[in-house]
Structures are given as C-alpha cells and as structure tokens.
C-alpha cells in the first residue's frame, strides 16, 4: 500500500501550514477521500524528513479548518471536506460549468483569517468614512504594482480601484460612448460585454477571429467601414474561446487602433493565467486596461484596477462617484496588503497549476473537439462534430446532470453562432466530479445525438 505523501516542496511559508494546503489541495483534486486515514505523524514526518511537531502542528491547522478529524487511538481521518462546503454542490446537483472562476480552494482559510486579522487592525476612522473615489493612495499604488507587473508603466496617480472588471467596463463605456455608437470586438465575446452594450445603447460589430484572435484584416475593413468608438478585446485568454494573442497580432492590432484612432479597451481578467504577456495595452497609443481579483483571487473579494490614459482620470472618477462610489475599505485594503506581501502571488500560483492540471485532464478526454483553448485557460471551447446542433448537445448535457454554455451566449450582434460550447472547469471544487462531468461530455459526443420530443 502507498502511503498518502503531501508535495509541499513548491509552498511557501511555514511547514505545518503547507501540510494542511496540501491536505486542502488533494481534498479538492481527489487524491485524498472522505473516511481515509492520514498516515500517522511519526511515519509522515519520517516520509517528509521534518519534526514531529511540524506534523502536529499541520494535522491541528487542517482540523481546525475543517478537513480532517482526529479520533484518539485511531488516528486522523479525512473528512467530507470541499463535497460538504458551501462552493460545492451535493452528490444529486447537477455538474454546473458554465460559471467561469476557480475558487481557491487551498488557500480559502487563510484567505478568511487574514480577512479577519486586517479587519480587526482597521482604524475606527476607515470604517467610518467615505473612501476616496478610485481608491486610497495604497490601494492604487497597489494596482501600479500589479501593472507594472504585467509590463504596464503605472503611476499610482493614474490607476483606479473600482468594484470589479464589468464595473471598469461599465464607467469606461459610459463615458467614452454615447448611445447608438458602434463598438468593435470578437465575432465572440464576453457576455458581460453584451449585456453592457444593451444597456447603454451601443452597437456591438463582431469581428471574426483565427487561432490568434481577432484578425487585423478584418479590424481594418471595419475601421475603413465606419467609424467606431472602441475596440473592446481579451487578448490573453479570450473568454469564451481560451486563445491568447500572440505579441505579433498585438502590435498588428494596436498599430491599426492608432491609424484610425480607434482606443483600445482591454479586458485582462484571465492574464494573471499567464504572467509572462505583455498586454496589448503596451503597444497601443491609447488604451483602457482592466484587471480585476474576483478571477485572479476571489469573486467574493472583488475589485477591479483600471489604468485609462492619463486624461480621462478624472472623468472616470466622475463616473465611479455616479455608479458606486467607492470600493468598501476592507475589500480594498485587504487586496492591497494581498498584493504587497505575497498572498496573492501564492495563490495565483497555486491557481495556475491547478488550471494547468484541469486543463491537462479535459484535452485527455476532449481534446479533439478543441483546437484552441490555451493549456492554462480554466475554460474549454468544443467545436461540435457533424451531426450534432448546439440546443440539442446542451439539452443532452443538462439530461445528463452537466450545464454547459452555448455559443449563442457570447455571439456579438445577430451573426449566426457557430456549433460550439464553453466548458469551464473551475467552478468545481471536487476535481473527480469534474472528471466525471467531462466524461458525460465525451461520452455524448461519441455518439450521434437521441431523438428528442417532437415540437407540433
Ligand atoms: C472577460 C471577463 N471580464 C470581466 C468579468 C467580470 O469580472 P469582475 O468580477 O471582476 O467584474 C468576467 C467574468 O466572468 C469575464 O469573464
């Protein structure tokens, strides 16, 4: 028999607490299951070359977060775990993978105490007041770091802090679009995108897109077409496709958006997947670039940073006082700290391996239905075979116990969706029950579809 060995060799920070990440990571990604008997502390610090105590120390801290249990005399046991938590569905819940994040789930308890230690070490006063509009000087010079980071010159004086990506969208459009104006994107794009240009007014153009993204011949027949106020893009893990723009496109994109004077709105939600991109943005001659947490942290600790040029700071401002006012001050200062002394680091981190497994585990058993997806995009985009039809594939999928996402949710305009869905694969915890999702998945793609009801 093998005996259960955590990898804490890549974490950093205290021993003990890497054993309890570990037992944290193996929980969610199946190599630990509910009712199994750790190994004991003696033969795993022997096993990890570490003290006794070490081991202790993380057997108490993974049983203070709730994933295992010690029984006296017996030993220490896995319990439930991700299956019992709020992130995760039950057993009879459908396989739900059309939300597109990844909670992270090694990390949530140190996550929620480090909440609680800064909660408890804020002034009376930040509680109380107003923050200023587009955040506090620490919070942006925080996002300064994260952009300059990403290859972005930032002044903390030119960085906003918002309520999220959609709300940097949402205050970015409003003011540099009126209503009836065109805006250009992908043939496909993010949902929040259309959602917007509803509500204020906009045309959204769709522009067809290869392997790299959107495809610059097809930019400058729209831009020599008619005139358009933005192009709105994701060049780095596109949603929903999963491609990532070469740096070539990216020049060839932003150099057209100068000829014509089309600025560029880039939405880097997923770039943190691959930190080694430089963003569009640092070719373009005038650029609006978002990033937020709720992808690369957490939903549930949303802000969003956005660096507009220079000019536009204070009209943004305006916006953000008409839409939200400022970020709520925990949220913000949390993210901060997060950012300056390594938290966040760790858990993108931990977030890149895991999307890299999840990605390696669907192309295993999906992988010739999609020939795009990036191997550390947390979606994949399956191109249907003959004969099936994109309603008739979903409705099979949700028969079966899987949502999936149709093309139709992210087509731009009235253009004919292709015969494709999105499948994300961090929503859940539980890495098995992922795995047995896509099984479902593959296993209706090999054959030819049911005959459904008959409409008369
Ligand atoms: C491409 C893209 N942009 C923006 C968002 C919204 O992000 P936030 O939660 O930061 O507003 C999403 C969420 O799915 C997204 O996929």
Redesign the pocket.
Known sequence: MTIWTPDIEHRDGPLYRAIADAIATDLAGGQLTAGERLPTQRVLAGELDVALTTVTRGYAEAERRGLVSGEVGRGTFVRSGPEDSPLSPGADAPIDLTP??LGPWAHAQELADGIARMASRLPGAGIIDYQPLGGTERQRAAGAFWMDRAGLAARSDSVLVT?????S?AITFATITNPGDTVFTGKLT?S?MKSLAHLLRLKLKGLPMDGEGIEPEAFERACQAGPAKALYC?PTLH?PTGVVMPATRRKEIAAIAAEYGVPIVE?D??GFLLPDETPLSAYANEAYYMA????SLA?GL?I?FLLPPASMVDRLKAAISSTTFSVPTLMGDVVAEWIFDGTADRVMAWKRSEVAERQRLAQSLLGQYDDVSHPVSQQVWLTLPEPWCTSEFVNQAAMRGVLVSPAEDFIAGRAPPPHAVRVCLGPIADRRRLEEGLRVLADILGQPPEPCQVVV
Not at 292 to 295: D, E, L, N, Q, R
């Open positions: 597109n994040h309520n999220g990506a959609q709300h969208m993010y929040g994701m949603n939405d939600s997923y937020g947490t709720s992808k939903p949303r969003g």
